[in-house]
């Protein structure tokens, strides 16, 4: 199973269904099924922008170090002056990516958690996971 391994709060922001599309510097050609992986980085409760994303998702562990859901990759899109224009309509999405021109919108379908969270070491890029996704 392909797994992605997102930094805290946004790896909870995309189980709890305030985030939608993952938003990356460079592109995947892959589509399908895919697990989120919340990395062992701790977040700093002191940054207004963390403070902002937290309060979108009250009183929510952060799973550090754990697989948290599975779900689809649908689609890879690039961020054009089109796409921007309509995400920024989307304020709640826009708040929870880095939007700009020249990045990749990662488009995410059929979010599920995964209970109990599994502990996993992350790594960078897609990577292969042998367990049940």
């Not at 899109?77 to 309509?89: I, K, Q």
């Not at 708040?95 to 209970?115: D, H, K, S, T, V």
Request: hydrophobic share 40%; aromatic share 8%.
């Amino acid at each position: 199973m392909k797994v992605l391994s997102l930094r805290e709060p946004w790896a909870s922001l995309i189980l709890l269904g305030k985030k939608r599309i993952e938003t990356r510097s460079w592109r995947t050609n892959y589509r399908g099924p895919l697990c989120l992986h919340a990395s062992a980085a701790r977040i700093n409760h002191r940054d207004p922008h963390i403070q902002e994303l937290l309060a979108l998702i009250p009183g929510a562990p952060m799973a550090y170090g754990k697989i948290l859901c599975r779900c689809v990759l649908a689609d890879c899109v690039p961020m054009d002056g089109a796409f921007l224009e309509e995400m920024e309509r989307h304020k709640t999405e826009w708040l929870c990516g880095e939007y700009a021109p020249g990045r990749f919108a990662w488009m995410l379908e059929n979010i599920e958690p995964i209970e109990p969270p599994v502990p996993a070491r992350g790594m960078l890029g897609l990577w292969e996971w042998e367990g049940e996704g």
